[in-house]
C-alpha cells in the first residue's frame, strides 16, 4: 500500500465510504433503485445493489493519526432485466431504465492509532422509466436529493501497524423516502435507521519489497435495519471484498501508482411490509475490480470499474452491466 506521511494528502477510503472500509468504516448504501408509475402498484424490484459501492479497498485503510477529507462518485446505468442467474426478456418487466448518479462528501479523523470517527453525507441523482399500468405508455421520472447519513467509530489498535481493525455505527434516516413516483425500494432514502458493522486486514505478500509493497487484503461488512418506518423494511446485507494491490512507487509525474484488482460479493435478503414486493428483491452477487490509485503531491485519486461475474436475483429485477467508482481524498 502507499506508504502514508502523517500529514501528507491520503488516499481517499472507498473502504471508508464502504461498511468496511477500515478508514472510515463507512457505507453509503443507498436504498434500492426502483421507480414506479402514476397508478398506485407494486413494481418489480431493481436489484439496485448499490451497496456494492460500499465496499472499499485496501489503499484506503488508515495508517496513521490524523484526517481525511474525500469526495466519491459512483455511477450505476440498470438497463438489462434479469431473472435468477440469466438475462429475461425486456417485456418481463414493467421498468426499463434506472440511472443513478451517486456524489457524497466525508471526513474520517483518527485521533489515535487505535480510535477514529467518521460521517459520510450523499446525494443522489435517480432517472427511471416504467410502464405505466393504467395507460400502458412509458413514462420518466427524475428526482434528486440528500441520502441517508452514515456516523461510524472505529478501532485499529489489535497491532502497531494498524493492519487489522473493526468499525460500527448507525445509518440514519435523513433520505427522503416520499417522492411520489418512487416505491419505498426505489427512494434515494431507505426510511430505516440501520446498524452497520464491519472488520477488515490488510497483509504483505512473501515477495514484498519494504518500498514497493505487494500486498493483499480482505473486507466484509453487514447493514440490519433497526427501526423502520411505513411499512417496509429494506433486506438486510452482507458485502465482503478480496484483493491484492502493488506500489510501483513514481512513474512519470505520478508520484505513486498503485494499480489493484479486487473481487467483491454481496448478498441482501428480499425487502419486508406492506409496502415492499418480497418476491422481486434480493440478490447474491460477485463482481471483479480492476482499480487504480494515484498520487500527484498531496492529492490522490482512486478508480475502479466493477464488472458482474454472477448474479442472482430473485423475481425480474434491472441490473447494470458495469458500475464505476472515483474517489479524490486529502489528508490533513
Same mark, same amino acid.
Given at each position: 500500500m502507499f506508504s502514508r506521511p502523517r500529514h501528507v494528502l491520503a488516499a481517499i477510503p472507498a473502504a471508508i465510504t464502504a461498511f468496511v472500509s477500515a478508514s472510515s468504516f463507512c457505507c453509503l448504501p443507498l436504498a434500492a433503485a426502483l421507480g414506479v408509475g402514476l397508478a398506485p402498484r407494486l413494481a418489480w424490484a431493481c436489484a439496485c445493489g448499490c451497496d456494492v459501492f460500499e465496499v472499499g479497498t485496501a489503499s484506503l485503510l488508515p495508517r496513521d493519526t490524523g484526517g481525511t477529507m474525500y469526495f466519491r462518485y459512483d455511477f450505476m446505468d440498470q438497463t438489462t432485466n434479469w431473472h435468477g442467474d440469466t438475462q429475461a426478456p425486456k417485456a418481463n418487466n414493467d421498468d426499463k431504465v434506472i440511472r443513478s448518479n451517486f456524489f457524497s462528501v466525508g471526513m474520517q479523523y483518527m485521533f489515535n492509532r487505535s480510535w477514529g470517527v467518521m460521517g459520510e453525507l450523499p446525494y *443522489? @441523482?435517480?432517472?427511471?422509466k416504467t410502464t405505466d399500468d @393504467? *395507460? %400502458?405508455?412509458? $413514462? %420518466?421520472f427524475s428526482h434528486a436529493a440528500i441520502g441517508d447519513v452514515r456516523v461510524e467509530v472505529m478501532y485499529t489498535g489489535f497491532s502497531e501497524d494498524m493492519s487489522t481493525g473493526i468499525h460500527g455505527g448507525l445509518k440514519f434516516a435523513s433520505g427522503d423516502f416520499t417522492y411520489p413516483h418512487f416505491d419505498r425500494d426505489t427512494s434515494i432514502g431507505s426510511g430505516s435507521t440501520d446498524f452497520l458493522f464491519g472488520v477488515y486486514h490488510l497483509g504483505n505478500l512473501p515477495f514484498s519489497a &519494504?518500498?514497493?509493497?505487494? $500486498?493483499?487484503?480482505?473486507? &466484509?461488512? *453487514? $447493514?440490519?435495519?433497526?427501526? *423502520? $418506518?411505513d411499512h417496509y423494511r429494506p433486506g438486510d446485507a452482507f458485502n465482503g471484498s478480496l484483493g491484492a494491490l502493488y506500489d510501483f512507487g513514481k512513474i512519470g509525474i505520478f508520484d505513486a501508482v498503485a494499480p489493484m484488482l479486487n473481487f467483491i460479493g454481496s448478498v441482501r435478503s428480499s425487502d419486508q411490509g406492506a409496502n415492499a414486493n418480497p418476491p422481486n428483491s434480493g440478490y447474491d452477487r460477485l463482481l471483479i475490480a480492476p482499480g487504480v490509485e494515484l498520487r500527484i503531491g498531496g492529492v490522490r485519486l482512486y478508480t475502479d470499474v466493477e464488472l458482474p461475474i454472477y448474479q442472482h436475483v430473485r423475481g425480474d429485477q434491472l441490473v447494470a452491466p458495469a458500475l464505476v467508482k472515483m474517489i479524490m481524498s486529502y489528508d490533513f
Open positions: *443522489t @441523482e435517480r432517472f427511471f @393504467e *395507460t %400502458g405508455r412509458i $413514462q %420518466g &519494504a518500498d514497493r509493497p505487494f $500486498q493483499w487484503f480482505v473486507l &466484509a461488512n *453487514t $447493514q440490519i435495519p433497526i427501526w *423502520t $418506518q
